[in-house]
């Protein structure tokens, strides 16, 4: 069986839970975003900025996609994501123009939603078939404890862009919350959520919690009563995603294990190339990372600073 051919950019398809078989798109090197999230696995935001510019060569993701599409070109969904916010690259919309124009296969965007207030970022997001952005938190100070924004990032103004770019989407829009124990889980922060995502209005709500240690400590995963009570307050379109429930998680939430453990055997991965080649964040890719190392079923190398996973197997 011929192995299919390694990309620089792009990692799948792999089977995702909300986008069945996903081709990730990688669109900015490793930790460059507009936000520092207290959340994020893998720590502080290296390249903080929400200077909008060519990170990554655009012409080598579009020769790595243009080769895809010539040689395998089979997936449910082209995910544009980053191991940051691809909202950055300056040629994100160009290259989203031409995915639409090359292939037929539906294009999703995953983002923090810092940008979409700007003429740049609203452009990639109205060529989306699904919108994913984040929202963590509604009251300011709240906003500038989790999300740590670039100076000059208001969250008056990342409100009203995601109020008016999801207007204006031809598509779905499924809105994240992250929450964190004791910085955005009260009941006066979900219901600060509940009436922005209400003006917002996205198809569906998706809350996350933090399912391992951050560096730095101090932030803490909400229990499953909290989560149960979060979905009732930011209603009817609220949901609560599988990785994130400590007890009593559906039958399927098994699926991400299986999910990394497809993607790993593709091709050897980085935690951050798992997250955003599932569509999932790092600390709910590390869950199934450490389960799959204590279970033999993957194993792992460093190169650099780099660690990476992979099936024992892999032939390379």
Same mark, same amino acid.
């Given at each position: 069986?011929?192995?299919?051919?390694?990309?620089?950019?792009?990692?799948?398809?792999?089977?995702?839970?909300?986008?069945?078989?996903?081709?990730?798109?990688?669109?900015?090197?490793?930790?460059?975003?507009?936000?520092?999230?207290?959340?994020? %696995?893998?720590?502080?935001?290296?390249?903080?900025?929400?200077?909008?510019?060519?990170?990554?060569?655009?012409?080598?993701?579009?020769?790595? #996609?243009?080769?895809?599409?010539?040689?395998?070109?089979?997936?449910?969904?082209?995910?544009?994501?980053?191991?940051?916010?691809?909202?950055?690259?300056?040629?994100?919309?160009?290259?989203?123009?031409?995915?639409?124009? %090359?292939?037929?296969?539906?294009?999703?965007?995953?983002?923090?939603?810092?940008? #979409?207030?700007?003429?740049?970022?609203?452009?990639?997001?109205?060529?989306?078939?699904?919108?994913?952005?984040?929202?963590?938190?509604?009251?300011?100070?709240?906003?500038?404890?989790?999300?740590?924004?670039?100076?000059?990032?208001?969250?008056?103004?990342?409100?009203?862009?995601?109020?008016?770019?999801?207007?204006?989407?031809?598509?779905?829009?499924?809105?994240?919350?992250?929450?964190?124990?004791?910085?955005?889980?009260?009941?006066?922060?979900?219901?600060?959520?509940?009436?922005?995502?209400?003006?917002?209005?996205?198809? %569906?709500?998706?809350?996350?919690?933090?399912?391992?240690?951050?560096?730095?400590?101090?932030?803490?995963?909400?229990?499953?009563?909290?989560?149960?009570?979060?979905?009732?307050?930011?209603?009817?379109?609220?949901?609560?995603?599988?990785?994130?429930?400590?007890?009593?998680?559906?039958?399927?939430?098994?699926?991400?294990?299986?999910?990394? #453990?497809?993607?790993?055997?593709?091709?050897?991965?980085?935690?951050?190339?798992?997250?955003?080649?599932?569509?999932?964040?790092?600390?709910?890719? #590390?869950?199934?990372?450490?389960?799959?190392?204590?279970?033999?079923?993957?194993?792992?190398?460093?190169?650099?600073?780099?660690?990476?996973?992979?099936?024992?197997?892999?032939?390379?």
């Amino acid at each position: 069986m011929m192995l299919s051919p390694t990309y620089k950019h792009l990692y799948g398809p792999v089977p995702s839970r909300r986008l069945g078989r996903s081709l990730g798109i990688n669109m900015v090197p490793h930790k460059t975003c507009c936000f520092d999230c207290i959340y994020c %696995q893998l720590g502080r935001t290296t390249k903080h900025t929400m200077q909008v510019a060519e990170y990554t060569p655009a012409h080598e993701i579009i020769l790595d #996609l243009e080769r895809w599409m010539r040689l395998d070109g089979e997936a449910d969904y082209l995910t544009f994501s980053g191991s940051g916010e691809p909202t950055l690259q300056a040629r994100l919309p160009d290259i989203m123009a031409l995915a639409h124009e %090359q292939s037929k296969l539906p294009i999703a965007l995953l983002t923090n939603g810092a940008l #979409l207030w700007t003429e740049h970022g609203r452009a990639a997001a109205l060529q989306a078939d699904v919108l994913m952005p984040s929202l963590d938190a509604a009251v300011p100070e709240t906003f500038r404890r989790i999300n740590r924004p670039c100076e000059g990032l208001d969250l008056g103004r990342v409100v009203e862009g995601l109020v008016e770019t999801v207007a204006e989407c031809p598509g779905e829009t499924w809105l994240e919350v992250m929450l964190v124990e004791g910085i955005n889980d009260s009941d006066e922060e979900l219901t600060a959520i509940a009436e922005a995502a209400a003006r917002i209005d996205p198809e %569906q709500i998706q809350i996350n919690t933090v399912v391992r240690p951050v560096p730095g400590g101090g932030v803490e995963r909400v229990d499953d009563e909290r989560l149960k009570h979060a979905c009732e307050i930011l209603g009817p379109k609220a949901t609560v995603i599988d990785s994130a429930w400590e007890r009593g998680a559906p039958d399927d939430a098994e699926r991400s294990a299986e999910e990394v #453990l497809a993607l790993v055997s593709y091709r050897p991965c980085t935690l951050q190339d798992i997250a955003h080649g599932l569509g999932m964040h790092p600390n709910e890719a #590390l869950k199934y990372v450490t389960h799959l190392l204590a279970e033999g079923e993957i194993s792992q190398t460093i190169e650099g600073e780099e660690t990476y996973y992979t099936r024992p197997d892999f032939a390379g």
